[in-house]
């Protein structure tokens, strides 16, 4: 690699050094690098630091190097994903449209040829597309290579820095003042205000450097580690074992079995509370009343964890053990072995038991003959009752509607019982057909001679409970702390620097900081008051 | 109770009131030749008032969480108070970094723009449905607004440095930009004013319209310019509407809101005309001598410096605070809401302005024009996504 010896203090410099690392003298034949003109003030923004990027364009992974450090390309990424983040707002994403409808039908339904063309081009899944992640994997990689590019020479360069600086280097600096006669009285004053003002001095042959902050200049790499940690843990849910998302529906007292733990854990759902706000509670009076209906308050679940012990046998229940025993609400998982699970959802009233009852058709008084219960969950095929009665179940519709005329049941779950039931008369081989569920009794034949009427039934809760578990969580924590202490060491502290330069005739004084000019202003004005050094001259200000 | 609530009601009428002061009195300080640097007599008394008006607020907020028992900022007119609220204060401690009259001058009005526009909304005590009640509403919420806020100065700013900057002399596209955002103004002024006045006669309109299979009825508190899809007039002697909203709009209230925008559209550009009228230029043109004395310099640090202290405050409120409550709520830390999209588009924003602050030929006029875009933003969150696109948000 070649070197860059420093013509005025012999410092050796790395290829592409645009300031020299311990003097800061402009390195003639590099200005262009930063866009430094003649007689315009210096770019300080990377101290002209050798950068890759700067330096070296042959190869193909130059190509790519160079590409990834350009803050235009890191700029134009976020602006690009920023716009698409925003189309997928334009019409609701896949997972907020509502379940069992297609959604080629629905996109079109609703929102018209927009709609459609929106589907078409598989925006409504927007965020999880190959694309989208392309894009924040290409933000990924220009936040590292950027960063690594600018981090190293950087730092390089403030670990070189002298006090002692070439008079080029101060003459070029924003602010900047000269000061002829000036007595060492009054230099040393001005240096232990900046002491005072918490200046870390250097000193070399009576050049001084006063520096604060300069932790702060790396807090945009520290923020950008957090950014690549937050991201590597988001990739790291797609690995199976660290994220678990699954869903379990448990019935009121009901034990059901925890999914994607090999059996090893129970959940009873002992109660499901759902709770309203008092409609007379003069505190919400109106809004509920505004609102036009009950506003929920609380959804709960009063839960116990088991744990199955001993070996598991197959077709046998396992002995269980009580692991925790509390209470799910929104806002309040519960939490067993890395595993949560949390209220999401509920089924009110769900249909338990169902207790029918036999009568003469024309019986206007409906006494029973013979009545039989049907657990809806599990129901029986026969049922052998009193009085020689004999029913057999032929259909069973858990949640019944009318399906272009025939009977059908829109899911597994008891919402909406029906039933055709066969129902032999004591004595009789020949079966009356009959249908009977919620609010109804048909009778098929119209000749039926017993009817079967609903007598009795049980209700109860079902929760639905989330079941995850995510390992990724710590990783994603880590990153969004490290980036707020990144973020807040680069903003909330500033880099300030002041030199002071004895010439032949007096004292040169300059200063730089990354941000906040104001503020090193008030510094330095205050440093100098009762001196006879000039007040540095804003030469950004002057220019225009 | 019910006094309690009546209490904190007129601390923030007092607040609104005393903001209103303060912005005359910074007014005051234009003329005032000794107040360059802040050190003048009224731009103290300014200052001081707003600091009493900024408590009476805190008041107003202290009163109503103990009356609703819960922290108020859980429905829009909560959340935008607080928000203005937030303005206040972020406008308070950048007035004691750079000691500059005129950010009063462009802060307040703003601060008082968005509290009018938030007693627009249904003030009452509403109860906590059970996915709000958690601390994280209060902690999510409040650094969120308090983010938002910081990032608004930025855009007080920026405007006064577009003003101040931007050659009036001949017409051209940012002229015309500038005249946008002015009229912009001007249009939720419009808001303000036409929701008034059509309440202070208490005017209703009801309609009767099909929402997925059923019947609703919505109230309308404006003369119904568009009317709900296949929607049916009730009330009797009321404008009839002169067009139906389209069927993509959903909610049950889209189409009012849509027509409450109309309202606002079109008496911003009545109040705007007014004003041509009236000045015989540009608005922005009539503003610019009173800003002379500006430092354009001082303006643009301000401007970035806003941003710089506010973009962290907004990520750790809107962003990772979000995160941690969505967590808890839903179990998942992000769900692409479409405000939790817009939370981090205004995040990808203010992180480009941040990286272009970086790039030569990004200060000034551009990254004054970038910090009015990024605030434009924030209200889009605010107000349209709450108006167009219905989320998981409590607002919405």
Redesign the interface.
């Known amino acids: 690699m070649k070197r860059i010896t420093c013509e005025s203090c012999g410092h050796v410099n790395p290829e592409g050094t645009v300031l020299c690392e311990a003097c800061g003298k402009p390195i003639e034949k590099n200005q262009h690098i930063d866009?430094n003109k003649p007689g315009k003030l210096l770019?300080m923004?990377y101290e002209g630091s050798a950068r890759r990027s700067q330096t070296y364009n042959k190869s193909v992974i130059d190509k790519i190097w160079n590409f990834f450090s350009s803050?235009?390309v890191?700029?134009t990424l976020?602006?690009i994903?920023?716009i698409a983040?925003?189309v997928?707002?334009i019409f609701?994403?896949e997972?907020?449209i509502p379940p069992n409808v297609d959604p080629a039908q629905h996109y079109a339904d609703?929102?018209?040829i927009?709609?459609k063309i929106y589907y078409q081009l598989g925006l409504h899944n927007l965020?999880s597309s190959w694309w989208y992640m392309i894009l924040i994997a290409l933000i990924g990689t220009s936040i590292i290579i950027a960063s690594i590019d600018r981090y190293v020479p950087l730092h390089r360069a403030l670990k070189m820095q002298k006090p002692k600086r070439h008079k080029a280097f101060l003459q070029k600096q924003r602010l900047f003042s000269e000061t002829e006669n000036i007595s060492n009285q009054d230099v040393k004053h001005v240096k232990d205000r900046l002491k005072k003002q918490r200046y870390k001095i250097k000193e070399e042959d009576g050049h001084i450097l006063a520096e604060k902050g300069r932790f702060s200049r790396w807090g945009p790499y520290v923020n950008h580690i957090g950014l690549i940690v937050f991201l590597i843990g988001a990739l790291m849910r797609f690995i199976p074992f660290m994220y678990i998302d699954d869903y379990v529906w448990v019935r009121e007292g009901e034990t059901a079995v925890v999914p994607e733990t090999d059996q090893q854990y129970y959940v009873e759902n002992k109660e499901f509370i759902m709770e309203t706000?008092d409609e007379n509670d003069?505190?919400?009076q109106?809004?509920?009343q505004?609102?036009g209906g009950a506003?929920?308050?609380?959804?709960q679940t009063d839960a116990v964890i088991y744990k199955a012990s001993g070996e598991a046998v197959t077709g046998e229940d396992p002995e269980l053990e009580k692991v925790k025993e509390g209470s799910i609400?929104?806002?309040?998982?519960l939490k067993f072995d890395g595993f949560?699970l949390?209220q999401?959802s509920y089924q009110l009233d769900e249909f338990k038991s169902m207790t029918f009852k036999i009568h003469e058709t024309d019986d206007e008084a409906e006494e029973a003959l013979a009545s039989f219960t049907v657990n809806l969950m599990d129901p029986e095929y026969e049922y052998e009752l009193d009085n020689g009665f004999r029913v057999v179940i032929d259909q069973y519709f858990p949640e019944y509607f009318m399906d272009d005329g025939t009977p059908a049941s829109q899911s597994k779950y008891p919402r909406n019982p029906a039933f055709v039931f066969f129902v032999y008369p004591p004595g009789e081989d020949t079966p009356e057909v009959s249908f009977a569920g919620i609010g109804r009794n048909v009778d098929a034949s119209g000749e039926n001679d017993y009817k079967v009427g609903l007598q009795n039934f049980e209700v109860r809760d079902v929760t639905g409970l989330?079941l995850?578990r995510d390992y990724t969580?710590p990783i994603?924590a880590l990153g969004?702390l490290i980036?707020?202490i990144g973020?807040?060491q680069g903003?909330?502290w500033q880099h300030r620097r002041v030199w002071i330069h004895p010439s032949d005739s007096g004292v040169m004084l300059a200063a730089h900081t990354n941000?906040?000019?104001?503020g090193i202003k008030r510094e330095i004005e205050k440093a100098i008051e009762g001196t006879e050094l000039n007040m540095v001259e804003?030469q950004?200000?002057i220019k225009? | 109770?019910?006094d309690l609530t009546q209490v904190s009601s007129a601390l923030l009428y007092f607040a609104f009131i005393l903001y209103l002061v303060a912005t005359f009195v910074f007014a005051g300080t234009i003329r005032d030749k000794r107040t360059d640097k802040g050190n003048g007599k009224l731009g103290k008394v300014a200052i001081t008032i707003t600091i009493i008006g900024f408590l009476t607020q805190i008041g107003y907020f202290i009163t109503r969480w103990i009356?609703?028992?819960h922290a108020p900022v859980s429905n829009l007119f909560e959340f935008t108070t607080f928000f203005g609220m937030m303005l206040v204060f972020a406008f308070i401690i950048i007035y004691f970094?750079?000691r500059l009259n005129l950010l009063g001058l462009f802060t307040l009005p703003v601060a008082l723009l968005i509290i009018a526009y938030a007693s627009m909304f249904?003030r009452?005590?509403?109860?906590?449905?059970?996915?709000l009640?958690?601390h994280?509403l209060y902690i999510h919420v409040t650094t969120a607004a308090t983010g938002e806020a910081i990032l608004a100065v930025s855009f007080a700013a920026g405007l006064i440095y577009l003003i101040r900057q931007i050659d009036q002399t001949q017409r051209s596209k940012r002229t015309t930009w500038l005249e946008v955002v002015m009229y912009a103004v001007f249009s939720t002024l419009g808001f303000v004013i036409i929701s008034s006045l059509f309440s202070a006669f208490h005017y209703s309109a009801e309609f009767q319209f099909p929402v997925e299979g059923e019947e609703i009825t919505v109230e309308y508190q404006l003369p119904a310019i568009t009317g709900p899809d296949d929607g049916e007039l009730q009330t009797e002697g009321v404008m009839q509407p002169l067009f139906e909203a389209p069927?993509?709009m959903?909610g049950e209230n889209a189409a009012r809101k849509f027509n409450t925008l109309i309202w606002s559209v079109l008496t911003g550009a009545v109040l705007y005309l007014l004003a041509r009228l009236i000045l015989r230029k540009r608005i922005a043109a009539a503003i610019q001598p009173l800003l002379k004395r500006a430092n354009?310099?001082?303006v643009d640090?301000i401007s970035?410096?806003a941003v710089?202290?506010g973009?962290?405050v907004f990520?750790?409120g809107a962003l990772?605070f979000a995160?941690i409550w969505a967590?808890?709520?839903?179990?998942?830390?992000w769900?692409?809401?479409?405000k939790e999209?817009?939370a981090?588009?205004t995040w990808?924003?203010y992180?480009?302005f941040l990286?272009?602050r970086?790039?030569?030929g990004w200060h000034g006029e551009k990254s004054a024009w970038l910090a009015v875009g990024g605030f434009a933003i924030i209200m889009f969150n605010l107000v349209a996504?709450n108006l167009i696109?219905a989320g998981l948000h409590s607002y919405a």
């Open positions: 866009g770019n923004r803050v235009k890191g700029v976020i602006v994903t920023l983040s925003a997928g707002t609701p994403q997972m907020y609703q929102y018209g927009l709609g965020y706000y003069e505190r919400y109106e809004a509920i505004k609102q506003v929920p308050s609380n959804y609400q929104v806002n309040k998982p949560a949390y999401s989330t995850k969580l994603i969004g980036f707020m973020v807040i903003m909330y941000k906040n000019w104001y804003d950004l200000e225009q | 109770m019910g009356a609703s028992q970094i750079y249904p009452e005590i509403s109860p906590l449905i059970p996915s009640k958690s994280w069927g993509w959903h354009p310099d001082l640090e970035y410096r710089a202290i973009f962290p990520t750790l990772i995160m967590q808890q709520a839903w179990d998942r830390f769900g692409w809401d479409p999209v817009w981090l588009i990808f924003f992180a480009a990286h272009l970086l790039s030569r996504v696109i």
